[in-house]
């Protein structure tokens, strides 16, 4: 740089007869440049943020509407499997009392919508938490018994892999 320039704040170099007025303006002019594309990026991340919600809530919708349907088809089915005891009414009554507790749930499952879901998990869980931690645990425990005992059917037919016997899915 010469001595006839000062150092300008974007990077360039300004004539030394630029005045500070002028250079404090044009710091000013940057700010707000800087604050018009950060609002822009804001609001175009919440767009992008309400259409992904959109999707979620219109994929969860599908899923909904096939949840229901399913529980419909197995009060069907139980509907269906009760008829065989026709000469016993108590047991069918049984059969039939099921079927309408399922097609009761799957009506329940196609009128709700996901926030009403939520809304109705989070009461119950401040209702009981102990339920719901209880709930939580069994879970967690079956969730790692399965990836346990994955690990080691997996493990077992590697094994069997390198020595050449018959994987028969147990070891003694």
């Known amino acids: 740089m010469t001595s006839s320039a000062s150092p300008d704040p974007v ?10 007025a002028e250079t ?5 002019d940057l700010r707000h440049d800087v604050e018009d594309t950060a609002s822009l990026a804001a609001e175009r991340s919440k767009g992008l943020a309400a259409a992904a919600r959109q999707q979620a809530l219109a994929y969860v919708d599908d899923r909904k509407g ?3 349907r399913s529980v419909s088809d197995l009060a069907k ?7 065989t005891f ?20 799957a009506g329940s499952i196609e009128r709700r919508s996901l926030d009403d879901f939520y809304r109705e998990a989070e ?4 209702r ?14 079956l969730l ?23 994987y028969d899915g147990y070891r003694a």
């Open 77 to 83: 089915s139980l509907r269906d499997s009760g008829q």
């Open 66 to 68: 096939e949840a229901a």
């Open 123 to 126: 009461a119950y869980a401040r």
């Open 86 to 105: 026709d000469d016993r009414p108590n047991i069918r009554a049984f059969f039939d009392s099921a079927a309408e507790g399922l097609d009761d749930l």
């Open 128 to 141: 009981s938490p102990v339920t719901v931690a209880v709930g939580a645990f069994a879970a967690g425990f």
């Open 144 to 166: 790692s018994r399965f990836v346990k005992a994955s690990g080691e059917a997996e493990a077992d037919r590697e094994l069997d892999r390198r020595t050449g016997r018959a």
């Open 24 to 28: 404090k303006a044009d710091l000013e």
């Open 11 to 20: 990077g360039g170099a300004k004539p030394a007869n630029t005045k500070p």
